[in-house]
T-cell receptor
C-alpha cells in the first residue's frame, strides 16, 4: 500500500517563501507529482520528480530524496493568487499510471 | 481546444436514485480516471481505465460503476448502494505509460444527495 503525509495548513506572508513537505511510504516508486488546486476547481500540474534533486520552474521548485521518501515544494515570492491547496501525489510501480494523493496542504497567503 | 469536460458542474439528487456523471476528453489520451474529493481532503481513486472496453477498480469502487465504450468518454454512475455519495467528483486523463505523464483534470462535478 501507499501512505502519503503532508501538513494540513500553512500560512505565509506575501513576498515570502513557503516550503511544503511531503513524506511517503510506498511499495514501489515511479515518480512524484505536485498539483495546485484552488477552492472548488480542478487540480493543475506543477511539477514532476523521479530522480533525486531539485527541479526549478520559475517561482516554484520541487525536491526529491528517494532514500528518505521525502519531497518538498518551495514557493518563492509568494503572491496572493498562490493561496490554494497543494497536493503531493506518488506513482507506484503498478500498471495504469495510477497516482496516490496526499490530503493536500492549504496555503493561505496574507498581505 | 483540447481538454476534458465534465457535466453538469452541480448536480442534486434524492437518496435512492442512481445518477450518471459525464466525462469527455479530446486529448487522445488512452487512460482515464475518476476521483472523489471530500471537503478538506485529497483525491481518492474510484475507477480507472487504460484502454477502451477495459477498466479496473480503484481504492473506493463500492457503490460506483463505469463504462468505457469509446476512447473519449468515461461516464461514472453513482448507484444507490453508495452510502455517502455527496462529494466533488473529478475526472482525469493521461497518456498511458510511466514517463513524465501528468494527469489532466476536468472541472469537476459537485454532487449533492439529500
Amino acid at each position: 500500500g501507499q501512505n502519503i503525509d503532508q501538513p494540513t495548513e500553512m500560512t505565509a506572508t506575501e513576498g515570502a517563501i513557503v516550503q511544503i513537505n511531503c513524506t511517503y511510504q510506498t511499495s514501489g516508486f515511479n515518480g512524484l507529482f505536485w498539483y495546485q488546486q484552488h477552492a472548488g476547481e480542478a487540480p493543475t500540474f506543477l511539477s514532476y520528480n523521479v530522480l533525486d534533486g531539485l527541479e526549478e520552474k520559475g517561482r516554484f521548485s520541487s525536491f526529491l530524496s528517494r532514500s528518505k521518501g521525502y519531497s518538498y515544494l518551495l514557493l518563492k515570492e509568494l503572491q496572493m493568487k498562490d493561496s490554494a491547496s497543494y497536493l503531493c501525489a506518488v506513482r507506484g510501480i503498478a500498471a495504469g499510471n495510477k497516482l496516490t494523493f496526499g490530503g493536500g496542504t492549504r496555503v493561505l497567503v496574507k498581505p | 481546444d483540447g481538454g476534458i469536460t465534465q457535466s453538469p458542474k452541480y448536480l442534486f439528487r434524492k437518496e435512492g436514485q442512481n445518477v450518471t456523471l459525464s466525462c469527455e476528453q479530446n486529448l487522445n489520451h488512452d487512460a482515464m480516471y475518476w476521483y472523489r474529493q471530500d471537503p478538506g481532503q485529497g483525491l481518492r481513486l474510484i475507477y480507472y481505465s487504460q484502454i477502451v472496453n477495459d477498466f479496473q477498480k480503484g481504492d473506493i469502487a463500492e457503490g460506483y460503476s463505469v463504462s468505457r465504450e469509446k476512447k473519449e468518454s468515461f461516464p461514472l454512475t453513482v448507484t444507490s448502494a453508495q452510502k455517502n455519495p455527496t462529494a466533488f467528483y473529478l475526472c482525469a486523463s493521461s497518456i498511458e505509460g510511466t514517463g513524465r505523464y501528468e494527469q489532466y483534470f476536468g472541472p469537476g462535478t459537485r454532487l449533492t444527495v439529500t
